[in-house]
Structure formats: structure tokens, C-alpha cells
């Protein structure tokens, strides 16, 4: 008798174990994956609401650094209307480049237009930035000679020109082959074109005590 019921709650305890042992395999067969997922859902929401209030708070800023962008602007100018380079030789190459392309754009050939000289000049009256100067020398023909002009003129960065001194130079219309088309006349002109670097430039105090 004694040994039946021994048998009797060994074998309750076995059916325990095993029922225990089922419910953990339901567990992760089912519902890890579920709890897993959950958490890592909670995580993120999380994060999310961080972000949110970041980005709230980082847009309150945005009209107040949109005005000190404005204020630096209007104070030094954009970047876009300073020549690239940094030093007078990078900016005088960089400045002759500029010419250069702007007379190959509006011109075939140097038939049409030809850049006789350009010749760097240093700023006898420095201001607030630095001064890349070319004293330039052009023989074009009328209507080259004025779309170049405007390309200087609406250039981006922002080229000047200044001492413009106009010479019309006619010349002879005779063919001397049957083929050969007359010459236009052109004109020659000469100014200086010049741009700023972002430079500013340092003011020596000579001044004795």
C-alpha cells in the first residue's frame, strides 16, 4: 500500500515537471518572439520620442540661426561673390582663368575675339578685402565684345570692371582670294577687371608714439 502511493506521487510530480516543461516550450515557441518584439517596440518609441523632442527643441532655434545667417551676410557678403582662391598668385591665375573662359564661351575662335594681354596689378588702395586686379587688353568684334562684357559683368563670383576705354580698329575689307570673306571691324578695349578674395585685409598701424 505504502509503495502504491509512493508510486502514485512520484508519478504526480513527473506530470508537474512535465507540464512545466511544456509551458516553457509553448513559451518560446509562441510568446519570446512576441516579448522580444514588444520590447524592442518600447525601445524604439523611446528613441522616437527623444528625437521628437530634439527636433522640437532644434526648431525653435531655426528662426533665430536664420537670422544670424542673414546678419553674417549682409555683414561680409556670400561666399559665392569671393574668388576661391586664397593667396594674391592662386587669385591672380584664378582671375585669368575666369577671363579666359569667359572669352572662349562667346567666341569660335581668335578671329572673333583675342585677349592681347592681361597683366596682374597690385591695390594701390586696399580696402576691406583683399584685390585680385588684371589690366586686360581685348580685340573682339562688336557684338562678342558685348556679350562678353556681360558675362563679366553678371559673373558669379562677382568680377568688376573698371578704366573701360573703347577703340574702334577698322580693318582693310579687301579679299584677297575669291573665298576669303571681308573682315568685320572690331573693336579694342581696354580695363581693368578685378574681383575680391574672402581676405580681409590687415591694416598696418604706422603710427609713431
Not at 30 to 39: C, G, K, L, N, Y
Not at 43 to 51: A, W
Not at 99 to 113: A, D, G, Y
Not at 171 to 192: A, G, M, W
Request: glycine share 0%.
Amino acid at each position: 500500500m505504502a509503495a502504491t502511493l509512493k508510486n502514485s506521487e512520484m508519478s504526480r510530480w513527473y506530470a508537474l515537471l512535465a507540464l512545466l516543461l511544456v509551458l516553457v516550450l509553448v513559451y518560446f515557441l509562441f510568446f519570446q518572439s512576441f516579448v522580444t518584439s514588444h520590447s524592442l517596440l518600447n525601445e524604439e518609441m523611446v528613441d522616437l520620442q527623444e528625437s521628437r523632442q530634439d527636433h522640437t527643441e532644434h526648431k525653435v532655434l531655426i528662426p533665430e540661426l536664420e537670422n544670424r545667417i542673414a546678419t553674417i551676410k549682409q555683414a561680409v557678403g556670400d561666399n559665392t561673390s569671393f574668388l576661391i582662391a586664397d593667396t594674391y598668385n592662386l587669385g591672380t591665375a584664378e582671375l585669368t582663368r575666369l577671363l579666359k573662359s569667359i572669352v572662349s564661351e562667346n567666341s569660335e575662335s581668335t578671329s572673333e575675339c583675342q585677349t592681347v594681354s592681361n597683366t596682374p596689378s597690385k591695390d594701390k588702395e586696399p580696402e576691406q578685402f583683399e584685390k585680385i586686379i588684371l589690366k586686360v587688353r581685348l580685340r573682339c568684334q562688336f557684338d562678342i565684345m558685348t556679350k562678353v562684357l556681360l558675362d563679366v559683368e553678371n559673373h558669379v563670383p562677382q568680377l568688376f570692371v573698371d578704366n573701360l576705354q573703347l577703340e574702334q580698329r577698322r580693318v582693310s575689307q579687301r579679299r584677297s582670294r575669291k573665298d576669303q570673306q571681308p573682315t568685320e571691324p572690331k573693336l579694342e578695349v581696354r580695363f581693368d577687371m578685378y574681383a575680391y578674395m574672402n581676405k580681409p585685409v590687415i591694416v598696418k598701424n604706422n603710427d609713431k608714439k
